[in-house]
């Protein structure tokens, strides 16, 4: 009886095909996390040969309630583990900014931000909020010049008519033109973004708390990555800084500025011969970047001479000329995560509650997103 209640499928086809794909994932992910060959997880489940197994993981064939006990108790997982929507085992593929984070304290965090991803995907689809069939992308690759991801920043500005500080809509731009979910969270230290593959979404999530010109910078960055994954996929862990080493995310650095300071918008902030520190403090600010990132763009598009910008001292940069690191934190998550999460309680998909533990905020927390976004907030019953 237990065991029959335990995987009781609704009556739709498309969520029993879900579910299989989901244990089909899950299992395969447990296998090799386990470092299992199939005819040895074929063992676990008392089946007679691999293939079986194979046909679990491909979601070929369902997996009844008596075989996923019998698998929880060999392998020692909890039911959740195979069957919990909220979580992305075996799916995501994430790339994290971060510096000298624990790769534990990172991985407790992954799963966390997992669940936020997880939730829009899963209430998305209910709600009608269909992922794009196409996905976007650069045809750039490892080898490509530094010259051509910047023009390809270039054109990406004109093409998504970003205006005259592109910093201000790519947000938006890429979740309602590309389908890429932004999330803005509460990161732990060290972490500054990341972006995270699924086979039906992409995200990226950026650490609200940073200054503004750095989570500009950031989100640029990943979307590099995002727009590259298949030619170029990131390394699950990357270093932060703006100078990195490495080609591809000195790629992505280039298409970032490219994006973020536009050489139209240059332009109208230039001459740069004079009071240099003054107007890099100023034209970064209504950028929306670091004045130090706008100055290394100034020497990649030839209009500031490199030596000129090694004598300049940073710490007239620094804030971008302020006093204090004054930046306005943006409100949680996204208006388009927050419309997802706010037609399934009218809808009655999800309880206020459940919205809360999924959210990691309080209850009064989820309406007053709600409102920040214009949105409607269910109150509970």
């Given at each position: 009886m237990q065991a029959e209640y335990i995987l009781a499928f609704s009556d739709s086809q498309d969520y029993v095909d879900t579910m299989n794909d989901l244990i089909g994932i899950r299992v395969k992910a447990l296998r090799e996390e386990r470092k299992l060959s199939q005819d040895e997880l074929a063992a676990v489940f008392g089946f007679k040969d691999r293939q079986t197994v194979s046909a679990i993981e491909n979601g070929d064939r369902r997996v009844s309630a008596n075989e996923l006990?019998?698998?929880?108790?060999?392998l020692k997982v909890p039911l959740e583990y195979f069957t919990d929507p909220f979580m992305l085992v075996g799916e995501g593929q994430f790339s994290w900014r971060q510096s000298e984070v624990p790769a534990e304290k990172l991985r407790g965090f992954?799963?966390?931000?997992?669940?936020l991803i997880a939730a829009y995907r899963n209430y998305a689809t209910q709600v009608g909020r269909q992922p794009k069939i196409v996905r976007p992308t650069l045809r750039l690759t490892a080898q490509s010049k530094f010259e051509h991801a910047m023009a390809d920043g270039e054109r990406f500005v004109v093409d998504y008519q970003l205006g005259d500080a592109p910093a201000e809509r790519l947000?938006?731009?890429?979740?309602s033109k590309l389908g890429i979910l932004v999330l803005m969270v509460d990161a732990i230290d060290g972490v500054s973004g990341a972006a995270c593959r699924l086979r039906d979404l992409d995200a990226v999530l950026i650490n609200r708390n940073e200054i503004v010109g750095r989570r500009n910078f950031d989100l640029a960055h990943e979307?590099?990555?995002i727009l590259t994954w298949d030619a170029m996929p990131p390394d699950p862990v990357e270093d932060n800084s703006e100078f990195s080493k490495k080609r591809v995310e000195q790629l992505a650095n280039n298409f970032a500025g490219a994006i973020l300071m536009p050489e139209s918008a240059l332009d109208r902030l230039g001459p740069w011969e004079k009071d240099t520190v003054r107007r890099l403090n100023k034209g970064a600010l209504l950028l929306g970047v670091t004045a130090n990132a706008l100055k290394?763009?100034?020497v990649a598009t030839g209009r500031l001479e490199k030596a000129t910008a090694a004598e300049i001292d940073d710490v007239g940069l620094r804030n971008n000329g302020r006093a204090a690191k004054t930046t306005k934190v943006p409100a949680l998550f996204s208006k388009t995560f927050m419309e997802v999460i706010s037609l399934a309680l009218t809808k009655g998909l999800l309880s206020m509650r459940r919205a809360s533990e999924l959210?990691?905020?309080d209850v009064e927390d989820v309406s007053d997103l709600?409102?920040?976004?214009g949105l409607e907030a269910q109150d509970e019953l």
């Open positions: 006990l019998r698998a929880m108790a060999a992954e799963r966390s931000a997992g669940r947000a938006e731009v890429m979740e979307l590099f990555h290394w763009r100034l959210l990691g905020v709600c409102t920040t976004y």
